[in-house]
C-alpha cells in the first residue's frame, strides 16, 4: 500500500486543525468563568469601599479619602499591603489544616456564584437544583473554619472555628425551609425559574409579599451565616482575640476577609433573585407603564439594563447589612443559638407548612 506525500499532509493539517478546535473550546470556556471572577472581585472592592463610607457617615467622620478619587482604592491598597506581608506558620500547629482552611472557604463560596443569574440570559450554570446546588456547597466553608482552628494550635482560634461550626449548623437549617418554600411556590429549583414565575405578576408577584415571615427569617439567617454582627461571634475580638483569624497573617489572612465581603455579596444576590424579582425591574404599573417594556428588550441593551437592575438591589440590600453593623450590639452564644433553634426553626418550619397547604388547595 503506497501512501502519497500530500495525503500525510492532509492526515497531519486535519489533526492539527482538531487540535486547535480543542484549544478554542478550552478558551471559549474559560472566559465566562474568568469574566465572572473579575466582576465578582471588583464587586468586592466596592463593597469594602461602600461598607467604610456608609460606616463613616453612620459615626460621623470622614473615612477612606487619600488612596484614590474618594478613597476608592484603599481596599485594593490593603490587599496589596497584605500580599507582600510575610506568612507565618505555627511551629506546632498543622500546618497542612492551617494552609488549606482559607482555601477551601474561598472556593466554597466562589463555586455558589455559577447558578447566580444577572439578567435572563447571563448565568454560568442554569441547573434544576441551583438554589440547593448553593446550599450544599456553602456548607464545606464551616469545616474550612474549623480546619483553620483547629491547626492554628491556639484556644482562641479553635474556640473561634467551633463557633462558626455551631453557628453555621444552627441557621442552615431555617435558611433552608425557607428556601424550600420559594421553590414549592415556583414549583422549581432553578434560580432563573424562580426569577420568571415573579415576574409574571410585576411588582406584586414579588415573593416579598407572598413570603414575608420566610424573609424576615432569611435575612436573620443569613447575616448570621454572613458571621455580621450581631452575629460575629466565630471572631469577636473582645473574646477570642480575632477566633480562626488570630495566627494568620500575609495573604491567607486576607483570604478570610475576602471570603467574608463575597458570603455577603452572595447572600444579597440570592435575597434579590429569591425575594426581590431578581432582573427584572417591576415598578409598579400604575405609575409608570412604559417602563413595563423594559423588561421585553432582549440582546445586548437587555442583558445590560438586567444586569444594572440586579446589582441595584443588590447594593440596596447590603446597604442594610452595614448599617445592621453599626446599630445592634452583638449577642451571646447562648442567646444566637436559642434564636436559632427556639424562634426561627419552628417559624420557618411553620411557613414551609403553610406554603405547601396553600399550594394543595390551589390544586
Keep these: 500500500m503506497i501512501i502519497y506525500t500530500t495525503e500525510v499532509e492532509d492526515i497531519n493539517s486535519f489533526y492539527t486543525l482538531e487540535s486547535l478546535k480543542e484549544v478554542y473550546g478550552i478558551i471559549w470556556m474559560l472566559v465566562p468563568i474568568l469574566t465572572l471572577v473579575l466582576g465578582i472581585t471588583i464587586g468586592v472592592l466596592v463593597i469594602v469601599w461602600l461598607e467604610r463610607e456608609i460606616s463613616a457617615g453612620i459615626q460621623q467622620r470622614i473615612g477612606p479619602e487619600y488612596a484614590g478619587p474618594l478613597g476608592i482604592l484603599q481596599a485594593l491598597a490593603d490587599g496589596t499591603k497584605l500580599l507582600f506581608k510575610e506568612n507565618i506558620l505555627p511551629s506546632r500547629g498543622n500546618t497542612r489544616l492551617f494552609s488549606i482552611g482559607p482555601a ?19 448565568i454560568l450554570a442554569d441547573l434544576n437544583i441551583g438554589i440547593f446546588l448553593w446550599i450544599a456547597i456553602s456548607s464545606i466553608a464551616p469545616v474550612g473554619l474549623l480546619m483553620s482552628g483547629y491547626g492554628s494550635n491556639n484556644k482562641y482560634s479553635f474556640l473561634g472555628g467551633l463557633r462558626a461550626a455551631a453557628q453555621s449548623i444552627s441557621y442552615e437549617i ?22 420568571e414565575a415573579q415576574s409574571k405578576y410585576g411588582f406584586w408577584g414579588w415573593n416579598l409579599w407572598r413570603q414575608p415571615i420566610g424573609f424576615i427569617v432569611f435575612l436573620i439567617s ?27 497573617s500575609g495573604i491567607k489572612f486576607g483570604l478570610f476577609y475576602v471570603a467574608s465581603y463575597l458570603n455577603l455579596l452572595l447572600s444579597s444576590l440570592f435575597v434579590t433573585v429569591l425575594y426581590l424579582g431578581g432582573w427584572n425591574i417591576s415598578i409598579p404599573y400604575v405609575f409608570a407603564p412604559e417602563l413595563f417594556e423594559i423588561n421585553k428588550i432582549n440582546g445586548i441593551i437587555g442583558t445590560t439594563i438586567g444586569i444594572f437592575i440586579t446589582l441595584a438591589k443588590t447594593y440596596l440590600f447590603l446597604f442594610i447589612s452595614i448599617a445592621t453593623r453599626w446599630t ?36
Design 104 to 122: 477551601i472557604a474561598v472556593i466554597s463560596i466562589l463555586l455558589s456564584f455559577s447558578v447566580i443569574p444577572f439578567s435572563s440570559r447571563l
Design 174 to 195: 431555617p435558611l433552608t425551609l425557607c428556601v424550600l418554600s420559594i421553590s414549592l411556590l415556583s414549583n422549581s429549583s432553578s434560580t432563573v425559574d424562580i426569577v
Design 222 to 248: 443569613s447575616l448570621a451565616e454572613c458571621e455580621r454582627l450581631p452575629f460575629d461571634l466565630p471572631e469577636a475580638e473582645e473574646e477570642l482575640v480575632a477566633g480562626y483569624q488570630t495566627e494568620y
Design 328 to 363: 445592634l450590639p452583638r449577642l451571646r452564644m447562648d442567646q444566637l443559638l436559642n434564636l436559632g433553634w427556639k424562634f426561627l426553626l419552628p417559624i420557618s418550619l411553620g411557613n414551609l407548612l403553610l406554603t405547601t397547604s396553600f399550594q394543595l388547595l390551589s390544586l
